[in-house]
Nanobody
Framework: QLQLVESGGGLVQPGGSLRLSCAASGFTLNYYSIAWFRQAPGKEREGISCISNSGRSTNYVDSVRGRFTISRDNAKNTVYLQMNSLKPEDTAMYYC??????????????????WGEGTLVTVSS
């Protein structure tokens, strides 16, 4: 079965950190660019960060740039999202998705090949 599985979510205080993981099973992530999305309650899903299949290119939206870092370990078939200086407005369900090509700043556009089911991040005191 081809799937992506996110993990690492949880409850954290403002200013804290979490590292999300996106692991692939049934296929090799080496050939895919990966994007992280999030959806807060009552809001539309938004793309926040993405990384090319080689890991040499990354993209961040303004709201997370400087606080979040995307990386990948192709040997472990896993992509990570390190989230620092978390804010209450970062509270959302976080999803990873895979695409078989790299579209640069259009990496959040429609047409992802695989989606995970999400991991919940709650930032609250």
């Amino acid at each position: 079965q081809l799937q992506l599985v996110e993990s690492g979510g949880g409850l954290v205080q403002p200013g804290g950190s979490l590292r999300l993981s996106c692991a692939a099973s049934g296929f090799t992530l080496n050939y895919y660019s990966i994007a992280w999305f999030r959806q807060a309650p009552g809001k539309e899903r938004e793309g926040i960060s993405c990384i090319s299949n080689s890991g040499r290119s990354t993209n961040y939206v303004d709201s997370v740039r400087g606080r979040f870092t995307i990386s990948r370990d192709n040997a472990k078939n896993t992509v990570y999202l390190q989230m620092n200086s978390l804010k209450p407005e970062d509270t959302a369900m976080y999803y990873c998705a895979a695409r078989s090509n790299w579209r640069g700043t259009l990496c959040y556009s429609a047409g992802m090949d695989y989606w995970g089911e999400g991991t919940l991040v709650t930032v609250s005191s």
